[in-house]
Structure formats: structure tokens, C-alpha cells
């Protein structure tokens, strides 16, 4: 069974910093595309930014470029995005997705950027 | 950019009826389409991808249909479990676009 365990979110103040992690199992991780997906409290879900199977390739929300980076660590079946320049309307639960159609989320970790 | 345009944006329907939700694309994405659905407090789950291919353990009440920019997804015989909000999805390109949801709601 497919599981995703995000995990590093908390209180941030603007222009802060702050990286998620997402611990995967029960497939197989480095053959996958992954996501990262948020929403904003009473919002929709958006998404953030991709990275390819081998961490070669990425992309990013316009929202998010230059200032958030995703990478992957396929012997720790482990994704990552750190996070600069935090804004407040980067508060959000951000959601660790598997391939480009979203087929399994996690429980998601909540970012709070507030002064 | 792909625009994802879902219509209603909510509707109130009673137990064994059947609903309608429809999702535009404004441009043609095949069928690059997924729907999920979404309970207050959890995470969206996934329940249709390539149109009409159900998830795993989705009930057959639900269905998709529609290729190129107009879609549909139908929920048939109502449960009291369906009750909750559906997002639509293309993954035709980036960036990877959701539709702005229907929130379906017991009348």
C-alpha cells in the first residue's frame, strides 16, 4: 500500500525558511514523478512543483520559482522542498503527491507564515 | 497556461439522486483528466484518471466521460458517504491545473 508522510511544517515569519520532507513507501519511489501540492485555508488545491523520476528534472508554479526548490534522495525514498522568502500567502497545507495525476497524497503539513 | 473551469461551483441534491458536475479545459488535453474528492479535513483523493478509469475500490455510481476540452463526471444514486467537494485536474502539461470545485451538499 502506497504511503506518504509529509513532515517539517510549523510558524514561519515572512521571509523566512522552512523545509518539508516526505517519507515514502510501499512503491517504487525512484521510479515515480512526484509532486508537491498545497491549499490555502477555504481554498482549492494548487500545484507547486514536480521533480522526475531521477531528480533531473523539475518545475515550478510561477508562485513559487526562485524561491522554493524540490529534490528527491531515491536511496532514502525521500522528497523534499525547501522553502526561502516565505510570504504569507504561502500559508497552506502542502500535500506530497505520486505521479503527474496525483494518484496518492499524504496526510499534508501545515505552513503557517505570519509575523 | 491550461484554465480548468468547473460548473456548478455548488449544488444542494437528496439521497439516490443523480448529479452532474462539469469541467472545461481551455484548451484540448485529450484525455489528460482526473477527478478527485475531497472531505473537510482530509486530503483531495483521487477517484478517476484518463476520464473514466476508476481508482481502486471507487464505487461504479461514480463515472467520468468527455475528451479534448469538455468533461463530465456523474455521481449516480447518491450516498450520504458522496457528500463533499470534487476537483477536477489536467496533467496534459504544466503547469498542472485544478478546477475551482463543486461542493455537493445535502439538499
Known amino acids: 500500500e502506497v504511503e506518504l508522510v509529509e513532515s517539517g511544517g510549523g510558524l514561519v515569519q515572512p521571509g523566512g525558511s522552512l523545509r518539508l520532507s516526505c517519507a515514502a513507501s510501499?512503491?517504487?519511489?525512484?521510479?515515480?514523478?512526484m509532486n508537491w501540492v498545497r491549499q490555502a485555508p477555504g481554498k482549492g488545491p494548487e500545484w507547486v512543483s514536480s521533480i522526475g523520476s531521477s531528480g533531473s528534472t523539475s518545475d515550478y508554479a510561477d508562485s513559487v520559482k526562485g524561491r522554493f526548490t524540490i529534490s528527491r534522495d531515491n536511496s532514502k525514498n525521500t522528497l523534499y522542498l525547501q522553502m526561502y522568502s516565505l510570504r504569507v500567502e504561502d500559508t497552506a497545507i502542502y500535500y506530497c503527491t505520486k505521479v503527474e495525476r496525483f494518484e496518492s497524497w499524504g496526510q499534508g503539513t501545515l505552513v503557517t507564515v505570519s509575523s | 497556461d491550461i484554465q480548468m473551469t468547473q460548473s456548478p461551483s455548488s449544488l444542494s441534491a437528496a439521497v439516490g439522486d443523480t448529479v452532474t458536475i462539469t469541467c472545461r479545459a481551455s484548451?484540448?488535453?485529450?484525455?489528460?483528466l482526473a477527478w478527485f474528492q475531497q472531505k473537510p479535513g482530509k486530503a483531495p483523493k483521487s477517484l478517476i484518471y484518463?476520464?473514466?478509469i476508476l481508482e481502486s475500490g471507487v464505487p461504479s455510481r461514480f463515472s467520468g466521460s468527455g475528451y479534448g476540452t469538455d468533461f463530465t463526471l456523474t455521481i449516480s444514486s447518491l450516498q450520504p458517504e458522496d457528500f463533499a467537494t470534487y476537483y477536477c485536474q489536467q496533467y496534459y502539461s504544466y503547469p498542472l491545473t485544478f478546477g475551482g470545485g463543486t461542493k455537493v451538499d445535502i439538499k
Open positions: 510501499g512503491f517504487t519511489f525512484s521510479n515515480s514523478v
Open positions: 484518463a476520464v473514466s
Open positions: 484548451r484540448a488535453i485529450t484525455n489528460y
